[in-house]
């Protein structure tokens, strides 16, 4: 597990689309509407493999994923490059979410989503990041029946596009682990934010205790417990845990950086350097100076 670690660091990240071009409109994180061509050259040029997609509201119209001629124009991009869109980030379902909503509303929303997945099967995407955070929280026991229902109501087309379907909550371990309990099926999985944890004051061995095995893919950030994102080692993430846990649970997913951001103007730059903060996270090291003793 630990040379898996070791050789994924060796291969490259990921990143989440927008942060390799200075924000748009103020926007931390959004599909660049302007930039996102940029994006895939610069993301080759630092030695990443590749992009998180990010379909959102914002970038409605102008989104490559959403016509035959943009996904060709994108497939033929990231062919260029030697990259790859690794999964697609749904923020639209934060924008819109799958709860609080009119039936017809919902109706709408899950249309939507099994479009998505049918466009991921197309461009070889394997997974749909679906979030419930902040907008789209499940705040009672009422909501998380209706984010079950939805699921299921969807899988069937998961199943048929062979594309996985990761949940991406403020969960407690035990809320999220009971929510899980009713989705027992393969292609549900978990997206595990490593800030967002810290943000809430959860730890990763009691998280990785409730549903470890069904992690999927992280995403790796680091926030002060109750604030927001910092760079790289200087937040509340407990990066030494986390670690721990993933050689625990023998996980062999995906890494993807969405870490806060730096000077505009100077995106690749700094995306470089936390990229290779991360790597050497793992392969064994800390990510901060009085933790080098990681092995």
């Known amino acids: 597990m630990t040379d898996y670690l070791a050789a994924y660091a060796e291969g490259g990240l990921y990143t989440m689309q927008g942060r390799l071009s200075e924000p748009e409109e103020g926007r931390f994180q959004s599909f660049p509407r302007s930039q996102w061509r940029l994006e895939i050259e610069r993301a080759a040029q630092i030695g990443l493999r590749g992009i998180e997609w990010i379909y959102d509201l914002y970038g409605e119209g102008s989104n490559p994923i959403e016509t035959q001629s943009g996904r060709r124009e994108l497939g033929g991009l990231l062919e260029q490059h030697g990259l790859a869109v690794v999964s697609v980030c749904a ?5 819109r979410p799958l709860l609080r909503c009119s039936p017809e509303e919902h109706g709408a929303l899950i249309d939507r989503l099994e479009w998505l997945l049918g466009v991921c099967a197309e461009l070889g995407v394997g997974r749909v990041v679906l979030p419930f955070v902040d907008a789209s929280s499940i705040r009672n026991a009422a909501e998380r029946a209706q ?8 899988l ?3 199943e048929r596009q062979g594309v996985e379907l990761h949940l991406e909550t403020d969960l407690g371990p ?3 682990r009971q929510l899980l309990a009713e ?4 292609l549900i999985c978990v997206n595990y934010d490593a800030g967002n944890s810290a943000s809430l004051g959860y730890l990763p061995e009691e998280e990785f205790a409730a549903y470890g095995a069904r992690v999927g893919s992280v995403h790796i950030k680091d926030r002060q417990r109750g604030a927001g994102t910092v760079e790289l080692g200087q937040g509340d993430t407990d ?12 996980y062999h997913g995906d890494f993807v950086l969405q870490v806060a951001r730096g000077e505009a103007g100077d995106e690749p730059r700094w995306l ?9 996270w793992l392969r064994g090291c800390a990510l901060n100076d009085e933790k080098r003793d990681i092995t």
């Open 239 to 250: 990066f030494r845990s986390l670690r721990e846990q993933l050689l625990k649970y023998d």
């Open 174 to 176: 035990e809320a999220f």
């Open 147 to 154: 984010v079950v229902a939805a699921l299921r109501q969807v």
């Open 272 to 280: 470089s350097e936390m990229a290779h903060l991360a790597a050497d």
């Open 156 to 158: 069937p087309s998961a």
């Open 91 to 95: 923020d639209y379902f934060m924008d």
């Open 183 to 186: 989705l027992e099926h393969p």
